[in-house]
Nanobody, 121 residues
């Protein structure tokens, strides 16, 4: 019914930048929060950044002042601009959205397939 499609991952040198995007598609009635998570090998999945339907944002301390999350409500898309990348940012990045599909009475939690971000020294 609803899918999240991610793009923008890749390889970059330390200090470089990447821009991730995630578009929600399907029979969408309403989208509340949208967020980016990441998971490195051997580590727990962690919240990187989140943006509410009203536009308020939240960032992990490790990425604050380097990453920026934004959303385009017209196109049901969330972005993550990543600047000044460090090797410790290397992880699989997952898009997350809380969405009510058309005909559903409650919101559900949706995940993208994940996109690899690798930062070299």
């Amino acid at each position: 019914q609803v899918q999240l499609m991610e793009s923008g991952g890749g390889l970059v040198q330390a200090g470089g930048s990447l821009r991730l995007s995630c578009a929600a598609s399907g029979r969408i009635f309403r989208i509340n929060g949208m967020a980016w998570y990441r998971q490195a090998p051997g580590k727990q999945r962690e919240l990187v950044a989140a943006v509410s339907s009203g536009g308020s944002t939240n960032y992990a301390d490790s990425v604050k002042d380097r990453f920026t999350i934004s959303r385009d409500n017209t196109n049901n898309t969330v972005y993550l601009q990543m600047n000044s990348l460090k090797p410790e940012d290397t992880a699989i990045y997952y898009c997350n959205a809380v969405i009510a599909a058309t005909g559903m009475v409650s919101f559900s939690n949706y995940w993208g397939q994940g996109t690899q971000v690798t930062v070299s020294s």
